[in-house]
């Protein structure tokens, strides 16, 4: 058996939870910071989302959480809406925990986190 | 049957998820903010958590994610730490979330996320 | 008399402060999440704003403040800045409320509020 | 007439607003950044709280509601909320303010906000 | 020996870092709040990068840091960018710093962060 | 020659950056989360510090900066004010950059900053 390393494994799961969306994003940094690139591939995909003991599920309902509550990251929300529904959550669960970001970050942060919901949806019905 | 109002179905929610940690809180402002205390039952308990569609296992990884995040609520994550061992998460689970926000929100709000867990699972302990 | 609901006191006072800005955004949601709206008119209007112990003009001076410290809610400043006019603060007034954040929150974020409450005006003066 | 420096200005605007409490923050400076002492004086209270167009009351409402949302200063919060008192705030606008907050900002950040107005109260009748 | 005031000295300043950059802001705030114009060229480049003992390479690197890592102000973070390369930073050095900020305030604010970069760099090697 | 691994590269780094202080930090997490500490060493101190391209004296810099600027990481503030000692920053150094960030993230974050200076100040000073 062939060992994977940590960039094949990150490489191989931002693939199976982000798919397009993510290369996209891999493929942005080429220029400006390739290594930085490599770092996402092998930190938070090799390392963390690879780490056993939390399901894709229940990891993307934490990022999806975090990232509207931050309110600072627009554009990696959307990629983790669309990354939510590819790991099986439903729309009704991603909207549940957009609403509910609003006792723990307010209204403006749920409210931003549902317009941003309402576009990846919007792109996904007009694909 | 009677009809329960959102004040009765939040402090029933409440007291399921958060235990007399959720009603040290409520306590503690009766004499401040009494109508706050009122809120908190009615509008995060009574309508948010009560709603169907997500259930309370995967609300509180929400919670303690974007908690963690945010970095500016100590005393709530670790009642958040608390309730999610309540509503059944393993202590592994809720160590997995916060690892998991060091990718998002960096590594300093990882681990005072991590040292707030280590303080809620001693007190647990010592119990 | 009749008793006036938390839905119907929020929608008047929503009507009240933020005009037809208020209903966009409730009208916005009327596909993705039709109970945040009514949470919205509900919970800040309903129940907040609806308090007496504070006027509506001290209420978007904070408001307006809050939204401007914390940088991550441009497009609900900007429903506030036309709240601020409407409940009676003048341009100058609002102007100096944004000023003053340079001081807690920096001067990125005062320049940012006032370029959103330059765009702001800038409409109002078109329309 | 003797001309009134900024630095003079702001003394007098601190005095006049925090009392004790913004001196103690001063002189806690002098060891390891008296500039930025004499900063303090200059800038937010010799330029911005004594500028004309808005009065100190409506100025501390603005300051109090943008501490409790960024979360991140409790100490200068608990001052400000000593300086609403001082500039003829009551404390049930103050926590009327606080509490406004839950809205724009999460309900952890009010609760925080309203414990540390409860601190403040506290001591002041404890005096 | 003619004395510089705090406003000439700012104007100076502002002018050797930011270039046009810094005046189209300075610009920009003329109608509306034209004092505070004033206020960002007496106390942020006046005051602080007037002051010795840190050059304006190291304060650039600070700046450049703080605003990636705070995510709220991408529009000030393109104009420290550019201000970087003015002070001599290399691209490269400045991209070093983007990336480092992944540690402490996670990988989204490094990305955005890196965008911005990338965004200005095109556009300088475009003029 | 033999090859250093992530994990030792991170652990030498560590130690020269950190001293003590990180070696405490990395045991304080070997019950709750050891393969958090393992990360710590590998990716920020073994990836990022690693790096050539910008000295380990600039990366404190922007290290303090922005953790000033955020302002809800005040233990690890201390860590890397104790840090930028050890990689050749005076304490003045340090004084200018956190001054600095009144600038950009608001005076109550510049105080703070200066306190948690102040405190590891003291502490040296006690040694």
Redesign the interface.
């Known amino acids: 058996m062939t060992h994977e390393s940590r960039l094949e494994r990150g490489s191989r799961i931002l693939s199976e939870i982000d798919g397009l969306a993510g290369e996209r994003?891999v493929d942005?940094?080429s220029?400006?910071?390739p290594?930085?690139a490599r770092?996402?591939l092998e930190?938070?995909f090799g390392?963390?989302?690879a780490?056993p003991?939390?399901d894709l599920r229940?990891?993307e309902?934490?990022?999806?959480?975090?990232?509207?509550?931050?309110?600072?990251?627009t554009?990696?929300l959307k990629v983790h809406i669309e990354a939510g529904l590819n790991v099986g959550l439903g729309r009704?669960?991603i909207?549940?925990?957009?609403?509910?970001?609003?006792?723990?970050?307010?209204?403006?942060?749920?409210?931003?986190g549902?317009?941003a919901?309402?576009e990846v949806?919007g792109l996904l019905d007009a694909a």
Do not use: H, W
């Not at 909207?95 to 931003?112: C, D, K, R, S, T």
């Open positions: 994003v942005s940094l220029d400006i910071a290594d930085f770092y996402i930190f938070p390392d963390i989302y780490r003991g939390l229940a990891r309902i934490g990022t999806i959480a975090a990232l509207v509550a931050m309110g600072t990251a554009p990696q009704d669960e909207v549940e925990i957009i609403i509910q970001m609003a006792v723990y970050a307010g209204f403006p942060a749920a409210l931003n549902l317009f919901a309402k949806f």
